[in-house]
Protein backbone atom coordinates (compact mmCIF):
# COMPACT_ATOMS: atom_id res chain seq x y z
CA UNK A 1 0.00 0.00 0.00
CA UNK A 2 3.26 2.36 0.26
CA UNK A 3 3.35 2.79 -3.33
CA UNK A 4 -0.11 3.86 -3.77
CA UNK A 5 1.11 7.62 -3.20
CA UNK A 6 3.79 7.29 -4.89
CA UNK A 7 2.36 6.10 -7.88
CA UNK A 8 -0.54 8.55 -7.33
CA UNK A 9 2.39 11.60 -7.54
CA UNK A 10 3.68 10.12 -10.81
CA UNK A 11 0.48 10.14 -12.43
CA UNK A 12 0.03 13.52 -11.23
CA UNK A 13 3.56 14.65 -12.15
CA UNK A 14 2.91 13.12 -15.71
CA UNK A 15 -0.69 14.72 -16.18
CA UNK A 16 0.82 18.26 -14.78
CA UNK A 17 3.78 17.88 -17.38
CA UNK A 18 0.83 16.82 -20.65
CA UNK A 19 -0.88 19.89 -19.22
CA UNK A 20 2.20 22.17 -19.38
CA UNK A 21 2.82 20.75 -22.99
CA UNK A 22 -0.04 21.89 -23.86
CA UNK A 23 -0.34 25.19 -22.58
CA UNK A 24 2.93 25.58 -24.65
CA UNK A 25 1.01 23.98 -27.56
CA UNK A 26 -1.60 26.81 -27.47
CA UNK A 27 0.93 29.52 -26.30
CA UNK A 28 2.55 28.61 -29.95
CA UNK A 29 -0.66 28.75 -31.78
CA UNK A 30 -1.38 31.95 -30.38
CA UNK A 31 2.85 33.47 -30.91
CA UNK A 32 1.75 32.24 -34.29
CA UNK A 33 -1.65 34.39 -34.88
CA UNK A 34 -0.20 37.33 -33.41
CA UNK A 35 2.19 37.76 -36.01
CA UNK A 36 -0.04 36.98 -38.79
CA UNK A 37 -2.25 39.36 -37.19
CA UNK A 38 0.72 42.10 -36.97
CA UNK A 39 2.05 42.00 -34.12
CA UNK A 40 6.22 41.85 -33.69
CA UNK A 41 7.86 39.62 -31.99
CA UNK A 42 9.43 41.72 -29.27
CA UNK A 43 5.98 42.55 -28.23
CA UNK A 44 4.82 39.02 -28.12
CA UNK A 45 7.94 38.06 -25.81
CA UNK A 46 7.01 41.54 -23.60
CA UNK A 47 2.94 40.33 -22.79
CA UNK A 48 4.98 36.83 -22.63
CA UNK A 49 6.26 38.35 -19.36
CA UNK A 50 3.53 40.84 -18.11
CA UNK A 51 0.31 38.91 -18.50
CA UNK A 52 2.20 35.76 -17.52
CA UNK A 53 3.91 37.28 -13.81
CA UNK A 54 -0.23 37.16 -12.88
CA UNK A 55 -0.37 33.65 -12.89
CA UNK A 56 3.49 33.42 -11.46
CA UNK A 57 2.07 35.84 -8.41
CA UNK A 58 -0.56 34.39 -7.80
CA UNK A 59 1.07 30.29 -7.45
CA UNK A 60 3.70 32.66 -5.45
CA UNK A 61 0.96 34.11 -3.17
CA UNK A 62 -1.27 30.60 -2.83
CA UNK A 63 1.97 28.91 -1.59
CA UNK A 64 2.80 31.88 0.51
CA UNK A 65 6.56 31.77 -0.49
CA UNK A 66 7.11 35.63 -0.87
CA UNK A 67 10.70 35.23 -0.03
CA UNK A 68 11.15 33.62 -3.43
CA UNK A 69 12.82 36.69 -4.92
CA UNK A 70 15.75 36.43 -2.15
CA UNK A 71 19.20 35.16 -3.60
CA UNK A 72 22.66 35.43 -3.07
CA UNK A 73 23.48 35.05 -6.70
CA UNK A 74 21.95 37.73 -8.58
CA UNK A 75 24.38 38.35 -11.02
CA UNK A 76 23.71 34.45 -11.85
CA UNK A 77 20.14 34.59 -12.42
CA UNK A 78 20.95 37.95 -14.70
CA UNK A 79 23.07 35.80 -17.25
CA UNK A 80 20.63 33.30 -17.10
CA UNK A 81 17.83 35.53 -17.87
CA UNK A 82 19.67 37.47 -20.89
CA UNK A 83 19.91 34.11 -22.05
CA UNK A 84 16.82 33.10 -21.73
CA UNK A 85 15.22 36.13 -23.24
CA UNK A 86 17.43 36.08 -26.20
CA UNK A 87 16.45 32.40 -27.00
CA UNK A 88 12.59 33.28 -26.44
CA UNK A 89 12.75 36.02 -29.05
CA UNK A 90 14.34 33.51 -31.32
CA UNK A 91 12.10 30.59 -30.85
CA UNK A 92 9.42 33.16 -31.33
CA UNK A 93 10.74 34.25 -34.43
CA UNK A 94 11.01 30.82 -35.87
CA UNK A 95 6.96 30.38 -35.44
CA UNK A 96 6.80 33.51 -37.70
CA UNK A 97 8.58 31.57 -40.41
CA UNK A 98 7.41 28.30 -40.21
CA UNK A 99 4.72 25.97 -39.75
CA UNK A 100 3.68 25.52 -36.42
CA UNK A 101 4.68 21.47 -36.57
CA UNK A 102 7.69 22.46 -38.34
CA UNK A 103 9.32 25.07 -35.48
CA UNK A 104 8.04 22.89 -32.69
CA UNK A 105 10.05 19.68 -34.17
CA UNK A 106 13.07 21.99 -34.35
CA UNK A 107 12.49 22.81 -30.68
CA UNK A 108 13.11 19.63 -29.65
CA UNK A 109 16.29 19.21 -30.66
CA UNK A 110 17.93 20.97 -27.22
CA UNK A 111 18.25 18.17 -24.88
CA UNK A 112 20.75 16.64 -27.82
CA UNK A 113 22.53 19.77 -27.60
CA UNK A 114 22.79 19.94 -24.41
CA UNK A 115 24.29 16.69 -24.23
CA UNK A 116 27.02 18.13 -25.96
CA UNK A 117 27.25 21.40 -24.00
CA UNK A 118 27.78 19.32 -20.84
CA UNK A 119 30.64 17.70 -22.08
CA UNK A 120 31.86 20.82 -23.42
CA UNK A 121 31.34 23.16 -20.57
CA UNK A 122 30.41 21.03 -17.10
CA UNK A 123 33.36 18.56 -18.49
CA UNK A 124 30.67 15.57 -18.10
CA UNK A 125 31.79 12.34 -19.34
CA UNK A 126 29.33 11.20 -22.57
CA UNK A 127 30.38 7.90 -23.66
CA UNK A 128 29.36 6.47 -26.90
CA UNK A 129 25.59 5.58 -26.41
CA UNK A 130 24.37 9.46 -25.89
CA UNK A 131 26.90 10.54 -28.80
CA UNK A 132 25.55 7.71 -30.95
CA UNK A 133 21.98 9.26 -29.52
CA UNK A 134 23.19 13.17 -30.76
CA UNK A 135 24.33 12.09 -33.83
CA UNK A 136 21.47 10.28 -34.98
CA UNK A 137 19.03 13.32 -33.74
CA UNK A 138 21.67 15.59 -35.76
CA UNK A 139 20.16 13.56 -38.54
CA UNK A 140 16.78 13.66 -37.85
CA UNK A 141 17.38 17.57 -37.98
CA UNK A 142 19.15 17.38 -41.51
CA UNK A 143 15.93 15.39 -42.70
CA UNK A 144 13.95 18.10 -41.59
CA UNK A 145 15.88 21.16 -43.03
CA UNK A 146 16.81 18.92 -46.27
CA UNK A 147 19.91 20.95 -46.89
CA UNK A 148 19.66 19.93 -50.89
CA UNK A 149 16.74 22.06 -51.29
CA UNK A 150 14.04 22.85 -48.23
CA UNK A 151 10.34 23.69 -49.47
CA UNK A 152 10.68 25.47 -46.21
CA UNK A 153 12.18 29.68 -45.54
CA UNK A 154 15.89 28.41 -44.68
CA UNK A 155 15.60 31.66 -42.37
CA UNK A 156 13.42 30.00 -40.19
CA UNK A 157 15.40 26.63 -39.85
CA UNK A 158 18.66 28.23 -38.83
CA UNK A 159 16.24 30.58 -36.54
CA UNK A 160 15.01 27.63 -35.01
CA UNK A 161 18.18 25.82 -34.59
CA UNK A 162 19.98 29.05 -33.36
CA UNK A 163 16.85 28.39 -30.21
CA UNK A 164 17.27 24.65 -29.44
CA UNK A 165 20.92 25.91 -28.98
CA UNK A 166 19.99 28.51 -26.94
CA UNK A 167 17.83 26.09 -24.93
CA UNK A 168 20.30 23.66 -24.66
CA UNK A 169 22.38 26.93 -22.82
CA UNK A 170 19.71 27.01 -21.01
CA UNK A 171 19.25 23.50 -19.46
CA UNK A 172 22.78 23.88 -18.85
CA UNK A 173 22.60 27.18 -16.69
CA UNK A 174 19.73 25.34 -14.69
CA UNK A 175 21.97 22.93 -14.25
CA UNK A 176 24.20 25.01 -12.44
CA UNK A 177 22.03 27.32 -10.94
CA UNK A 178 19.61 24.55 -9.57
CA UNK A 179 22.01 23.73 -6.81
CA UNK A 180 21.43 26.17 -4.63
CA UNK A 181 18.69 28.28 -6.22
CA UNK A 182 14.62 27.14 -5.68
CA UNK A 183 12.83 26.75 -8.57
CA UNK A 184 10.29 29.82 -8.30
CA UNK A 185 13.24 31.66 -7.33
CA UNK A 186 14.75 31.43 -11.10
CA UNK A 187 11.32 32.02 -12.50
CA UNK A 188 10.36 34.79 -10.39
CA UNK A 189 14.07 36.47 -11.46
CA UNK A 190 13.85 35.75 -15.13
CA UNK A 191 10.23 36.71 -15.78
CA UNK A 192 11.19 39.82 -13.56
CA UNK A 193 13.94 40.42 -15.39
CA UNK A 194 12.75 39.97 -19.30
CA UNK A 195 9.77 42.22 -18.53
CA UNK A 196 12.01 45.09 -17.56
CA UNK A 197 14.34 44.62 -20.29
CA UNK A 198 11.59 44.21 -22.85
CA UNK A 199 9.50 46.87 -21.84
CA UNK A 200 12.02 49.30 -21.91
CA UNK A 201 12.06 48.88 -25.36
CA UNK A 202 8.18 48.62 -25.81
CA UNK A 203 7.70 52.77 -26.31
CA UNK A 204 9.82 52.04 -29.47
CA UNK A 205 8.41 49.27 -30.70
CA UNK A 206 4.36 49.16 -28.99
CA UNK A 207 1.50 49.96 -31.25
CA UNK A 208 -2.14 50.25 -30.43
CA UNK A 209 -4.55 46.93 -30.61
CA UNK A 210 -7.73 46.28 -31.22
CA UNK A 211 -9.79 43.50 -28.85
CA UNK A 212 -8.38 40.49 -30.98
CA UNK A 213 -4.60 41.25 -30.99
CA UNK A 214 -5.03 41.84 -26.94
CA UNK A 215 -6.71 38.50 -26.62
CA UNK A 216 -3.78 36.73 -27.86
CA UNK A 217 -1.54 38.72 -26.28
CA UNK A 218 -3.07 37.63 -23.38
CA UNK A 219 -3.42 33.72 -24.59
CA UNK A 220 -0.05 34.03 -24.97
CA UNK A 221 1.29 35.58 -21.43
CA UNK A 222 -1.46 33.12 -19.49
CA UNK A 223 -0.84 29.53 -21.66
CA UNK A 224 3.20 30.44 -20.77
CA UNK A 225 3.08 31.47 -17.33
CA UNK A 226 0.57 28.39 -16.38
CA UNK A 227 2.64 26.44 -18.36
CA UNK A 228 5.68 26.84 -16.99
CA UNK A 229 4.00 26.62 -13.12
CA UNK A 230 2.95 22.89 -14.45
CA UNK A 231 6.42 22.37 -15.38
CA UNK A 232 7.83 23.32 -12.78
CA UNK A 233 5.57 21.50 -10.63
CA UNK A 234 5.91 18.27 -12.14
CA UNK A 235 9.41 18.19 -11.19
CA UNK A 236 8.79 18.01 -7.96
CA UNK A 237 5.98 14.81 -7.68
CA UNK A 238 7.91 12.77 -10.19
CA UNK A 239 11.43 11.95 -11.46
CA UNK A 240 12.96 13.63 -14.92
CA UNK A 241 12.53 10.38 -17.09
CA UNK A 242 8.94 9.75 -16.37
CA UNK A 243 7.59 13.25 -16.85
CA UNK A 244 9.49 14.43 -19.73
CA UNK A 245 8.77 12.47 -22.53
CA UNK A 246 5.27 13.94 -22.33
CA UNK A 247 7.04 17.13 -23.51
CA UNK A 248 6.24 15.83 -27.30
CA UNK A 249 2.67 15.89 -26.55
CA UNK A 250 3.50 19.74 -27.82
CA UNK A 251 4.39 18.00 -31.04
CA UNK A 252 0.61 16.42 -31.15
CA UNK A 253 -1.00 19.94 -30.24
CA UNK A 254 1.25 21.41 -33.23
CA UNK A 255 0.07 19.11 -36.27
CA UNK A 256 -3.66 19.14 -34.69
CA UNK A 257 -3.38 22.97 -34.00
CA UNK A 258 -1.74 23.78 -37.50
CA UNK A 259 -4.09 21.39 -39.68
CA UNK A 260 -7.57 23.27 -37.45
CA UNK A 261 -6.36 27.14 -38.02
CA UNK A 262 -3.73 26.75 -40.95
CA UNK A 263 -4.69 23.86 -42.63
CA UNK A 264 -1.13 22.88 -43.07
CA UNK A 265 -0.05 19.47 -42.96
CA UNK A 266 3.59 18.43 -41.96
CA UNK A 267 5.61 17.33 -44.56
CA UNK A 268 7.05 13.70 -45.00
CA UNK A 269 10.29 14.69 -44.36
CA UNK A 270 8.89 16.98 -41.41
CA UNK A 271 7.77 13.67 -40.19
CA UNK A 272 10.40 11.45 -40.54
CA UNK A 273 12.78 13.82 -39.28
CA UNK A 274 10.62 14.36 -36.03
CA UNK A 275 10.20 10.48 -35.60
CA UNK A 276 14.06 10.55 -35.20
CA UNK A 277 14.56 12.97 -33.35
CA UNK A 278 11.83 12.10 -30.90
CA UNK A 279 13.30 8.83 -30.99
CA UNK A 280 17.21 10.17 -30.16
CA UNK A 281 15.66 12.29 -27.35
CA UNK A 282 13.79 9.78 -25.29
CA UNK A 283 16.83 7.62 -25.41
CA UNK A 284 18.92 10.51 -23.96
CA UNK A 285 16.57 10.59 -21.60
CA UNK A 286 16.94 7.00 -21.00
CA UNK A 287 20.87 7.56 -20.65
CA UNK A 288 20.47 10.74 -18.37
CA UNK A 289 18.21 8.68 -15.83
CA UNK A 290 20.83 5.41 -16.14
CA UNK A 291 23.79 7.70 -15.03
CA UNK A 292 21.60 9.57 -12.41
CA UNK A 293 21.76 12.98 -14.22
CA UNK A 294 18.02 13.42 -13.96
CA UNK A 295 17.72 17.24 -14.28
CA UNK A 296 14.91 19.39 -15.12
CA UNK A 297 14.84 20.37 -19.09
CA UNK A 298 13.13 23.26 -20.24
CA UNK A 299 10.63 23.46 -22.67
CA UNK A 300 12.03 25.52 -26.06
CA UNK A 301 8.71 28.15 -25.47
CA UNK A 302 9.65 28.10 -21.22
CA UNK A 303 12.86 29.65 -21.71
Known amino acids: ?8 NRLFGI ?7 TCFGFMAAAIKLGEDAGIGTLELVFYRFAFGMVPLLAWIGWRRDFGAWRTRRPLTHIGRAVLGLVTMTMTFSALAWLPLAEATTMGFVAPLFAVMLSALILREPVGRHRWSAVAIGLAGVAVVMQPGGS ?13 AIGVAAVTITLRQIGRTERPATVVLWFTTFSMIVTGAIMPFVGRAHDAHQWLL ?10 GQLLMTASLKLAPVPVVVPFDYVQLIWAVLLGWLIWDTHPLPSTWAGAAVIVASGLYTIY ?6 RDKPHPSPLAG
Do not use: C, N, S
Open 217 to 226: LAGVGAAGGV
Open 1 to 8: MGDVPAQQ
Open 287 to 292: REHRLG
Open 151 to 163: ALPLPGLVIALAG
Open 15 to 21: AMRAGAA
